[in-house]
């Protein structure tokens, strides 16, 4: 009668590595900013620019790019989701008033809107 001894290297099962490639989840950024805040903004400053065509305009419409362009890069830097989070956040406020704590205490009129 054969026995068979399987060592603990047999008994063990190997870890299937599986790559994750970056272009899947890579933030969506143009220019360092937010995809669309950026797009947006470049369109209401070439607006601006060719609508009025005047010098002043043209300057104002340039600075206005590169202001709102330095404030987006800021705020991908902080967090390249910001903008949906934010969105989110006001799809759902219905569903979730504010409240300071779970232990505060309501006043009587407070504790019969909940009962």
């Known amino acids: 009668m054969a026995v ?5 290297a047999e008994l063990t099962m190997a870890l299937r590595k599986i790559p994750i490639r970056r272009v899947m989840h890579r933030d969506n950024l143009f ?5 669309e805040l950026v797009l947006f903004c470049g369109a209401v400053a070439f607006a601006l ?7 002043l305009a043209g ?3 340039v600075s ?9 890069r800021l705020m991908a830097k902080a967090d390249p989701k ?3 989070v934010y969105l989110r956040q006001l799809r759902y406020h219905p569903y979730y008033p504010a409240r300071s704590t779970p232990w505060r205490v309501n ?3 407070q504790g019969n809107q909940y009962s």
């Open 4 to 8: 068979f001894r399987m060592d603990e």
């Open 31 to 35: 220019l360092g900013g937010d995809r």
């Open 49 to 55: 620019v060719f609508t009025a065509q005047e010098l």
């Open 59 to 61: 300057i104002v419409g």
């Open 64 to 72: 206005l790019w590169f202001f709102m362009l330095y404030l987006l």
């Open 82 to 84: 910001l903008r949906q």
């Open 107 to 109: 006043s009587a009129r």
